[in-house]
């Protein structure tokens, strides 16, 4: 089945630098990724989404400056979050809607931030 | 604006124990359904989903989940409850037709005890 890749999956970093989370689709191409956030025990809030080759789109009240995403090639989405504050720290995880046929997504396996 | 109801935060059931877990959606006209199960520190893993068509869907794991459109639900169900199915459970919809994203409920986290 269609698998997403998403490194890395654990990740501790400094205040004020910045992070970069992968998301790979393995064996198909994702023309669109979306990327959530969850706060610990809550559900997910959907940040921003995808699209290959273009500006993605980011949902209100999510600093696109903030958090940055790019969308270069048909298999790989990454986010990065820049100048990262220990408000930052969450759980992030990407999804890439499948295209053609069984309308569905997949998720990645989520990258825990913290920000110390 | 869609949204998704998940009425139970926190359900604890014991092993071999019958499960529903609730979900009702807002939606104009009947969207896309999926259950989502999503253990510690992992991400989401599928369940089952609802396209069209008959409206009890078996899905893995034994979970299956009945969709009522005259109440706007998709209840999930399992007859017999394992304690490794403890885990965090979302219901999500999607509009039917669409390009758009996946809409969360706010999950309902089971317990199983022994």
């Known amino acids: 089945g269609a698998v997403v890749s998403q490194h890395p999956s654990r990740v501790i970093c400094k205040s004020g630098t910045s992070v970069k989370i992968e998301c790979r689709s393995l064996?198909?191409?994702?023309?669109?990724m979306f990327w959530y956030r969850q706060f610990p025990k809550k559900s997910l809030m959907l940040m921003a989404t995808?699209?290959?080759?273009?500006?993605?789109?980011?949902e209100q009240g999510v600093e696109k400056d903030k958090f940055l995403i790019n969308h270069a090639s048909l298999t790989l989405s990454t986010l990065t979050v820049t100048s990262a504050h220990p408000e930052d720290s969450s759980f992030y995880i990407c999804?890439?809607?499948?295209?053609?046929?069984?309308?569905?997504?997949?998720f990645g396996s989520g990258t825990r931030l913290t920000v110390v | 604006a869609q949204s998704v109801t998940q009425p139970d935060i926190h359900i604890t059931v014991s092993e071999g124990a019958s499960l529903e877990l609730r979900c009702n959606y807002s939606y104009g006209a009947t969207p896309y359904l999926f259950w989502y199960v999503q253990s510690p520190g992992q991400g989401l893993q599928l369940l089952l989903k609802?396209?069209?068509?008959?409206?009890l869907v078996q899905g893995i794991k034994g979970f299956e989940a009945e969709f009522k459109r005259s109440q706007s639900s998709f209840n999930l169900r399992k007859p017999s409850v394992h304690w490794s199915d403890a885990a965090e459970y979302f219901c999500a919809v999607a509009p039917s037709g669409s390009q758009g994203n996946l809409i969360f409920g706010k999950g309902t986290k089971l317990s199983v005890k022994p």
């Open positions: 609802y396209f069209s068509g008959d409206t």
């Open positions: 064996d198909f191409q994702a023309t669109t």
């Open positions: 995808s699209n290959e080759g273009s500006k993605a789109t980011y």
């Open positions: 999804s890439a809607r499948l295209a053609g046929g069984v309308y569905g997504y997949t």
